[in-house]
């Protein structure tokens, strides 16, 4: 069974930083995609950032210009850097790897809380 197992996350204050991580069990190559997500309270789960096994990214609009979506092969990592953090940022921020085919897989989830 693949596992995600997101980190980095925590409290940070407006227009600060923070770097997520996640980590997969095995090859992120057996991912066709890999995404960010993330949920605020009240809201519905919202695409953040995709990057492909190719190493093509896409973003939201909302993060454009603020957060970068990258992947480390060797270390079967994908990290999301956020700067320039804002109080609307404040969410839980999960990690998907998709296979295609139906088969895609979730992490457990990293609060993000954006002071102001």
């Known amino acids: 069974q693949v596992q995600l197992v997101e980190s980095g996350g925590g409290l940070v204050q407006a227009g600060g930083s923070l770097r997520l991580s996640c980590a997969a069990s095995g090859s992120i190559f057996m991912f066709n995609t890999m995404t960010w997500y993330r949920q605020a309270p009240g809201k519905q789960r919202e695409l953040v950032a995709t990057?492909?096994?190719?190493?093509?990214?896409n973003y939201a609009d909302s993060v454009k210009g603020r957060f970068t979506i990258s992947r480390d092969n060797a270390r079967n990592t994908v990290f999301l850097q956020m700067n320039s953090l804002k109080p609307e940022d404040t969410a839980v921020y999960y990690c998907n790897g998709d296979r295609g085919l139906g088969f895609d897989y979730w992490g457990q989830g990293t609060q993000i809380t954006v002071s102001s």
């Open positions: 990057i492909t096994s190719g190493g093509s990214t």
